[in-house]
């Protein structure tokens, strides 16, 4: 199985849990991975036979800077699941959503959460 990988996608959002995370926002990270057969596209080299990394990122966008969500979960779900609506060609799905500024006191790098899906 091949793969597409989007990585660092940057967002401004306002999911969380607490309220002032839904009036002040934060940035957000997503990294898509996409596992597909990409051989029919490496040998034809047309866009109609593979997966348009832009059409990826717009839906990607669609999600992260819509309706608010309460977990990181609920989000990756939810890209999870608009991509395999999209593109019937991708056999598996894994969206990790990144929230460097996530509210814990205390020194972290990040938190982050990965939601892998199979056909």
Same mark, same amino acid.
């Given at each position: 199985m091949d793969t597409i990988i989007l990585k660092g996608m940057a967002f401004y959002a306002y999911h969380g849990v607490a309220e002032e995370e839904h009036h002040l926002g934060q940035r957000f990270y997503v990294d898509v991975m996409l596992k597909l057969d990409l051989s029919t596209p490496g040998r034809t080299d047309n866009i109609q036979d593979s997966v348009?990394?832009?059409?990826?990122? #717009? /839906?990607?966008?669609? &999600?992260? $800077?819509?309706?608010?969500?309460?977990?990181?979960? #609920? /989000?990756?779900?939810? &890209?999870? $699941?608009?991509?395999?609506?999209?593109?019937?060609?991708?056999?598996?799905?894994?969206t990790t959503v990144h929230k460097p500024g996530a509210p814990i006191p205390g020194t972290l790098e990040d938190v982050c959460v990965a939601l892998h899906k199979e056909r």
């Amino acid at each position: 199985m091949d793969t597409i990988i989007l990585k660092g996608m940057a967002f401004y959002a306002y999911h969380g849990v607490a309220e002032e995370e839904h009036h002040l926002g934060q940035r957000f990270y997503v990294d898509v991975m996409l596992k597909l057969d990409l051989s029919t596209p490496g040998r034809t080299d047309n866009i109609q036979d593979s997966v348009n990394y832009r059409d990826v990122f #717009h /839906v990607v966008k669609e &999600i992260m $800077e819509g309706k608010p969500c309460c977990l990181l979960e #609920h /989000v990756a779900y939810k &890209i999870n $699941e608009a991509l395999f609506q999209a593109y019937s060609m991708v056999q598996e799905v894994t969206t990790t959503v990144h929230k460097p500024g996530a509210p814990i006191p205390g020194t972290l790098e990040d938190v982050c959460v990965a939601l892998h899906k199979e056909r």
